[in-house]
């Protein structure tokens, strides 16, 4: 008795002999996966870096921050990678510049 796995198993492939078709759906698929990548995590992920390097370089004595672990605290100095906090009366923190981490209106509200 012959089984129908048999009959099939014994039938040649079908198809019209072009195998191009295949390549392109195979890469298709990952080429669409990295466009959906670049667009929903790399390209806003860029954005933030320069909008947060922007914020950086517009640091200035006067402005009134806040930096990393919640320390509020006016520009008093600023070098290439070090920024000067005023946090009190006498008390002046040195902390490095990417610490700071926003900064403040003269009324209380945030920039950007």
């Given amino acids: 008795m012959i089984t129908l796995y048999r009959i099939l198993a014994m039938q040649p492939p079908q198809g019209n002999g072009q195998g191009g078709g295949g390549m392109l759906s195979l890469f298709l698929p990952l080429v669409l996966i990295f466009v959906v990548f670049y667009f929903f995590i790399i390209r806003p992920q860029q954005k933030r870096q320069k909008e947060r390097q922007n914020l950086l370089n517009a640091l200035k004595k006067g402005d009134k921050v806040i930096a990393a672990g ?7 100095g600023i070098d290439d990678k070090t ?9 002046k923190i040195k902390c490095e510049r990417s610490s700071v981490i926003t900064i403040l209106r003269e009324a209380g509200g945030n920039i950007g």
Wanted: aromatic letters at 0%.
């Fill in 70 to 76: 919640g320390l509020h605290g006016t520009v008093v």
């Fill in 83 to 91: 920024v000067l906090l005023q946090v009190a009366d006498n008390i």
